[in-house]
């Protein structure tokens, strides 16, 4: 399962860590998170490399036609932060287009194990096709065709949690 992920992982660490400009997709990802938490509402595992794992939010997907608005969720190990907690979220609100197969970015923020804001992540300028056996390729199976996460975690702060527990990471 790790090499399923690789490519998604990457690219979506690229895509929170760095700016764009243009029109967000179908759900706008809110300007400003600092009043904002991680989600809380239960997660969907979608799967895990060595470093990360991949959640889909379950509870509040959208659908609008033949696009599902999504929360997508990246657990990663940041062994180097400064403030000493190596767990990170990466949260980000995306627009999958079930028949184009195409994974919009609508902006997103990045948080710590406390769930405390370190910073927000910009929106895409366009859709980007999935990649075949990526996180969301897994993500759209889930959101579009209804297929059944691994398991599902109460929240992103749980999804931690049960990351931890069954991958040991982050650390």
């Known amino acids: 399962m790790r090499s399923k992920f690789a490519a998604a992982a ?15 997709p179908a759900r706008a990802a809110p300007a400003d998170y ?12 979608i799967g895990a490399l060595k470093d990360s794992a991949f959640f889909i ?4 997907q959208v659908r609008d036609g033949d696009s599902v608005r999504i929360t997508f ?10 403030d000493g907690r190596v767990a990170r979220l990466g949260v980000t609100y995306a627009r999958i287009d079930c028949t184009a197969r195409t994974f919009q970015n609508g902006g997103g923020a990045i948080f710590n194990e406390d769930g405390r804001l370190i910073t927000n992540a910009p929106a895409d300028t366009a859709a980007k096709p999935i990649v075949k056996d990526s ?7 889930i959101a579009c065709e209804g297929a059944a996460p691994l398991f599902v975690a109460a929240g992103a702060l749980d999804a ?10 982050p650390k």
């Open 10 to 24: 990457a690219a979506f660490t690229a895509a929170l860590c760095t700016a764009s400009a243009g029109p967000a």
């Open 135 to 141: 996180a969301r390729d897994a993500a759209a199976d």
């Open 73 to 82: 969720l990246l657990i990663y190990s940041n062994d180097q932060a400064s």
């Open 160 to 169: 931690l949690a049960q990351t931890r527990a069954k991958n040991g990471f």
């Open 34 to 45: 600092s009043d904002t938490a991680p989600p809380s509402g239960p997660m969907g595992s």
């Open 57 to 60: 939010g379950m509870s509040d």
